[in-house]
């Protein structure tokens, strides 16, 4: 059976609820196509200690603002899932779960949006997939030789199973200090960067993030020299537990391994390190392979695109990837506007 509708947003995170409230205060009819069970995108399936980089005023969605969680500054991953089921809820959002998309096809002037569901007839179509699902591990030698564990960071959960064991965390981001650091005081840890790690000023957070990343793009888009954005102020927030571990002198940066042996690893001075296991946190990939039969992804695996719009299809809309299709878009606060920009144009168009 196909089904139609004016607009299919593809994604039920954080960016997908976002366009659909922007759809929804425009009268465009939609509906919201996720693939998990339950709301809360994936934020439901991070590590436990995991903590936003902003107060929760900071954190917040278009039209709701993010309730405070008692006791804490810095909100949880639990009360980021409770906050986007109750968005949901509030506006009503046509959220349809458990259905995984295929792939987007042209259908003459629509789009057939192919489902493990059905399919569904659009006339524009929204991609706010995401990056969780496509986890990046680079292909260091050895990687197939090492015996023993080895995941990434959407597989670690809490430290307890590491407790007495010798981990290697690689990334220099904000995932590898945070995983780090939880790991600290209980495992024997060897953090491996590119290069030595750039923590923020201690009282810097998302909030100085946004702000950077926009006065970025507003100053590519007037052809203005590039500020550097959020790269020019660090790599690491120093949410409170990175700070307290490395003010405890727990969190120490080696430089990047050459190679993983079979119990460890090596580095360029010959240097070696036993390890139970090697936790990557190494980041994410666009997930975009539902666009594969539209051969629109350029060299980078990147989506040319205006803003949210995809430049060889106008009734394609991609939110909430990154700076490139919009300012801090892959934050809760950064992807209200280029949603309400997506929203606006797609109504425009169906006008």
């Not at 810095?74 to 349809?96: C, G, M, Q, S």
């Not at 960071?153 to 650091?181: C, D, H, L, M």
Request: aromatic share 8%; hydrophobic share 40%.
């Amino acid at each position: 059976m196909t089904r139609s509708a004016d607009v299919v947003v593809i994604g039920g995170g954080q960016a997908g609820l976002a366009a659909g409230y922007h759809l929804r205060r425009l009268g465009v009819e939609h509906v919201i196509l996720d693939a998990q069970a339950a709301p809360g995108g994936a934020w439901q399936h991070t590590w436990d200690s995991l903590r936003l980089f902003s107060p929760p005023q900071y954190s917040s969605l278009p039209g709701r603002l993010m309730p405070a969680q008692p006791g804490e500054t810095y909100p949880d991953a639990r009360h980021v899932v409770e906050y986007l089921a109750d968005y949901e809820k509030r506006y009503e959002l046509p959220v349809e779960r458990g259905v995984w998309v295929d792939a987007v096809h042209r259908d003459g002037t629509h789009l057939r949006v192919e489902s493990e569901a059905g399919d569904w007839r659009a006339r524009t179509v929204i991609s706010a997939t995401g990056t969780w699902t496509r986890p990046f591990i680079p292909a260091v030698p050895g990687r197939r030789e090492f015996s023993g564990r080895q995941l990434h960071t959407v597989q670690y959960k809490s430290p307890v199973e590491f407790a007495g064991r010798r981990v290697i965390v690689v990334g220099g981001g904000n995932s590898g200090a945070q995983v780090a650091a939880d790991l600290a005081s209980v495992a024997e840890v060897t953090w491996a960067t590119q290069r030595p790690p750039r923590y923020l000023a201690d009282d810097i957070d998302g909030r100085a993030l946004f702000d950077a990343a926009t006065a970025r793009r507003q100053a590519l888009d007037a052809g203005s020299t590039d500020t550097g954005g959020v790269a020019s102020l660090g790599d690491i927030v120093a949410v409170p537990p990175v700070r307290a571990a490395r003010d405890a002198g727990l969190l120490h940066a080696k430089p990047m391994f050459t190679r993983l042996t079979r119990t460890g690893a090596e580095w360029a001075d010959g240097t070696l390190a036993e390890a139970d296991a090697v936790i990557w946190c190494t980041g994410f990939r666009p997930a975009l392979a539902h666009f594969a039969s539209l051969r629109l992804r350029g060299t980078r695996g990147h989506i040319a695109t205006v803003g949210t719009r995809a430049v060889d299809d106008p009734r394609l809309h991609l939110l909430g990837y990154g700076d490139w299709t919009g300012p801090a878009s892959a934050t809760l606060i950064g992807v209200g506007r280029p949603a309400r920009d997506a929203a606006r144009e797609i109504a425009s168009l169906l006008s």
